[in-house]
């Protein structure tokens, strides 16, 4: 005997709702990421979020000890800064969440990131002295980066390094402020001077 349409719909029912079930159960476990990428993500995101400076750097085969002996020359600067070798795709995944979204062309490939949190006040010479020491390094590639909350290309952190530190600025603006005054006075001591002088010779 023939089964009709919805004798036969009713029937295969239980078997659709099963896969309906196992499609459902497999996108959700999707959307759970590995512990190392979800650790990955959260530090990432603390280096964004809680670095005031952040240097974006391309690496060629760098090895192991080569990375050792970059991190000792760091030390030189005597101030905090860290080199770290992230992952490109975990990375980048951080960034689109901060107001830094559009450093994410810079991430690709073998890349590492010079980090520092420092005032400028108090370590004046840290980033001048830690990129010097980077860049020296022929398989390292200054791309760019983000100071404050200023996004930076690869001419801009190399002018930002050059300048002299706060306390410096502030005395050459010091400087230039007090000129005219001290100008002015000499102008107005000359004639004094001059008659003195005159005075001088006639007695």
Do not use: W
């Amino acid at each position: 005997m023939a089964m009709s349409r919805s004798h036969l719909a009713k029937s295969l029912q239980p078997l659709f709702n099963q896969r309906a079930s196992y499609a459902t159960v497999t996108k959700s476990n999707k959307k759970n990421h590995p512990p190392r990428r979800t650790y990955l993500h959260e530090k990432y995101a603390s280096l964004i979020k809680d670095n005031r400076a952040m240097f974006i750097f391309q690496h060629n085969n760098l090895t192991v000890g080569e990375f050792t002996q970059l991190r000792q020359e760091m030390t030189s600067a005597n101030g905090p800064a860290t080199l770290t070798v992230i992952r490109s795709g975990v990375f980048n995944s951080a960034l689109r969440e901060t107001e830094y979204a559009n450093l994410e062309p810079l991430v690709a490939g073998p890349t590492c990131v010079l980090t520092t949190n420092a005032a400028d006040a108090e370590y004046p010479d840290l980033l001048k002295t830690v990129t010097n020491v980077l860049t020296k390094n022929k398989k390292l590639l200054l791309l760019g980066g983000k100071l404050d909350k200023t996004l930076l290309t690869h001419d801009d952190v190399n002018k930002i390094v050059q300048l002299p530190g706060l306390d410096h600025l502030r005395a050459e603006l010091l400087g230039t402020l007090q000129a005219p005054a001290r100008k002015l006075l000499r102008t107005l001591e000359s004639p004094a001077q001059q008659v003195h002088s005159v005075l001088d010779r006639r007695i």
